[in-house]
């Protein structure tokens, strides 16, 4: 029975960014720091302090953010494979899905330079996989605003190892059942690459009313989004494709499975009783979740779970595999689904 | 034991902008119809087409979305008050605390507008309350965007019957615990008027990304709001005054609750027991939430409910009141104090 870490993180590097094609070089991302040296507090418990900032399309993001400080720089940067797979065989995680850091964010409205830090970040990716493609599987950031483009970075995606689709709550200042987003729904049930919705935001607007952060941030988006798709029919449309909810917690599922039912009750329609299951949706727990409470409305064969490693916020544990496997929060047969079959059921694997 | 409506609704006519100052006529709402034949159907299982559109600030709002059509035009229009207080009476209703419907939505982002309009509606509830003063009660609209008038209107409104301030879950483009809003909170603690959120979003922007509408729309920004107030400690600054988090249903609670422990863990802290108990938060919850889940959390005396009266959408349920009392879904001492103390508490009646 393998252990598989649904949502795991790399932590870009300006390594990430020498991969951007030199017709693009004018979009590559630098790294400043302040001049006096001095560093502002961050939020975990006095480990480091930001002094680094990501300088992208002219807007600044702190790069020492929500750092996992029990990992090693060179294990979350990835500069050593060798010290990631270790790290990985003392958690006995066997394989991580990978996911981005700064991408959690929104970056650029720029449609080029949205597509060349992309295509960078996909080069980058394949290569790691290259490096341990039994271990490491990746989801591709697909370039929105050109969306002529996003063919070509999925399928080279597909083809080195990705397996889904980086998406946030809200993308591109729109709801994700936008038709907008058809066609990229339309390449991932044809490539078999699940649309994989983290926390985080691709709205500019959103992130100027919720600059204190906070659940309506960065969580909520991605709650609705699960929702909105449903609501609005969309993976009917899409009936391959697969569908994941990620870094949330799934604590919320009953409330909003609740609100789902209220209004189909209106539109004189019943919610079926497995409706995630119906819909290739995918949700991924936090140990914390009251399982009781979750696991009826999700149903067994629609959980996964990660560790959320290499980050420090409120869904990482980097235990949670072990956890889910030996503190008996769920059955054991249903604790081994979520480590491992549900997660290949998503990721394809 | 009086029954408290702690959630009810008018629906804005034009009679309600007569109220509007002379100088701003020009300003004043207007009622416009289809020109042709073609109607926007409705989601009231076609009782109702959608033919009349109010124009507020250059842009279009449905006149007639979400109707209640088991209530009178002439009392939910409070064009006879007698009417509104005969059904009251039929629904076994002592009290109904009143809410705005148009302006549940983002309506403008130009001061004078909403000063001129604000106005005016907080005058017309003034009337509807010396009409019954016992029976009718109302939360006043604040003119958020000119927060040097807000005083001189919450004086208004507390001489004139009102037991709250009206707010959603997203204001002037800002999240609840901006600084921006101190100083209404300092008024609301000096008048005794609490800040009752309700479903609704004050946001153009966010109404831009979530024109589909949803949960996403009106619903999680008052769940993002609810997090953000505790987590940023801004009731503790304002210890007497009381918050409302209304038309949301309570079964979200568990979620935030959890999410709230990671967070507060992460500073290393404990979410106390009484978490809304000592912050006077409240919460109207609706007959078809897992009550047995949610009263542990959130203590006896912090639920409240409503009917909804005057709407139809998934909050609505005419009978909520009767239901809570009579459906054994709580116990009876339980059911009392949601229908009458907690919502006395919560309004200062």
């Not at chain 2, 409705?42 to 209530?71: A, L």
């Not at chain 2, 001129?116 to 003119?143: E, F, G, H, Q």
């Not at chain 2, 001189?152 to 997203?170: D, M, S, T, Y």
């Not at chain 2, 959390?297 to 239901?323: F, N």
Request: hydrophobic letters at 40%; a negative charge.
């Amino acid at each position: 029975m393998a252990a598989i870490d649904a949502d795991a993180h790399v932590v870009e590097s300006e390594e990430t960014f020498s991969y951007i094609d030199p017709e693009f070089a004018r979009y590559r991302p630098w790294v400043i720091v302040p001049k006096d040296g001095a560093g502002l507090r961050l939020d975990n418990e006095g480990k480091s302090a930001q002094r680094e900032y990501w300088v992208i399309d002219g807007r600044v993001h702190p790069k020492e953010q929500n750092i996992g400080h029990n990992t090693s720089k060179e294990s979350r940067e990835m500069s050593s494979i060798t010290a990631r797979l270790q790290h990985m065989d003392e958690l006995e995680i066997d394989i991580q899905v990978l996911y981005p850091t700064l991408f959690l964010r929104p970056m650029t409205d720029d449609p080029a330079c949205e597509y060349a830090i992309c295509k960078a970040y996909n080069r980058w990716l394949a290569e790691i996989w290259k490096s341990a493609p039994d271990r490491f599987r990746w989801v591709a950031m697909p370039p929105l605003r050109s969306m002529d483009k996003v063919a070509d970075e999925l399928r080279f995606a597909r083809d080195h190892g990705g397996v889904g689709v980086f998406l946030r709550g809200i993308e591109f200042e729109k709801q994700l059942d936008n038709p907008y987003f058809f066609p990229m729904y339309e390449l991932g049930e044809e490539l078999d690459l699940p649309m994989c919705f983290h926390s985080g935001i691709g709205s500019f607007s959103h992130l100027r009313i919720y600059p204190l952060g906070g659940l309506g941030r960065g969580k909520l988006p991605t709650v609705s989004a699960f929702h909105q798709l449903l609501m609005a029919e969309v993976p009917a449309r899409f009936p391959k494709l697969r569908w994941a909810f990620v870094e949330v917690s799934s604590q919320w599922l009953p409330y909003a499975l609740n609100d789902l039912e209220l209004r189909l009750k209106r539109r004189g329609k019943r919610m079926s009783k497995t409706i995630l299951a119906d819909n290739n949706y995918f949700v991924t727990c936090y140990v914390t979740d009251d399982f009781d409470y979750v696991l009826p409305a999700a149903g067994e064969g629609q959980l996964v779970i990660g560790t959320d490693y290499g980050h420090h916020d409120t869904a990482t544990e980097i235990e949670a595999l072990r956890l889910m496997r030996d503190t008996g929060k769920v059955p054991a047969a249903v604790a081994d689904r979520i480590l491992d079959a549900n997660a290949r059921a998503l990721y394809g694997l | 034991m009086s029954a408290i409506d702690a959630d009810a609704h008018v629906i804005e006519c034009e009679a309600t902008f007569d109220h509007l100052d002379p100088e701003y006529h020009d300003l004043k709402p207007r009622v416009m119809v289809q020109r042709t034949e073609d109607v926007v159907l409705m989601d009231n299982e076609g009782r109702q087409p959608q033919r009349e559109f109010w124009v507020i600030d250059g842009r279009v709002h449905p006149k007639e979305g979400n109707i209640g059509h088991n209530t009178s035009k002439e009392s939910r229009e409070m064009s006879s008050i007698a009417a509104r207080l005969r059904h009251m009476d039929a629904l076994e209703i002592d009290v109904q605390v009143l809410y705005p419907t148009v302006f549940l939505r983002a309506w403008t982002d130009d001061p004078t507008v909403e000063y001129a309009i604000c106005k005016a509606y907080n005058r017309w509830m003034a009337s509807i309350w010396t009409a019954a003063p016992d029976r009718l009660r109302w939360v006043v609209m604040p003119p958020l965007l000119s927060m040097g008038k807000v005083g001189e209107e919450l004086r208004f409104a507390k001489e004139n019957g009102a037991v709250g301030v009206f707010l959603r879950g997203i204001e002037c483009e800002m999240q609840l615990n901006n600084p921006y809003f101190r100083r209404l909170y300092e008024l609301g603690e000096e008048l005794d008027l609490a800040m009752c959120l309700h479903s609704g979003n004050g946001s153009l922007t966010h109404h831009e990304i979530y024109k589909g509408g949803g949960l996403a729309r009106g619903k999680l920004p008052v769940v993002a709001a609810f997090s953000e107030l505790l987590f940023s400690g801004l009731p503790a600054r304002f210890p007497k005054l009381r918050w409302g988090f209304i038309e949301v249903s309570a079964e979200w609670l568990p979620y935030v609750w959890n999410d709230m422990e990671l967070r507060y863990r992460r500073k290393g802290k404990r979410v106390p027991e009484s978490l809304l108990a000592d912050n006077n938060f409240y919460i109207a919850c609706q007959v078809t939430d897992d009550l047995e889940r949610i009263l542990p959390l959130a203590g006896p005396g912090q639920l409240v409910i409503g009917t909804d009266y005057g709407h139809h959408d998934t909050s609505t349920e005419i009978k909520a009141l009767r239901l809570m009392r009579d459906g054994g879904r709580v116990a009876a001492a339980a059911a009392d104090r949601i229908l009458g103390d907690n919502a006395r508490a919560l309004y200062g009646l």
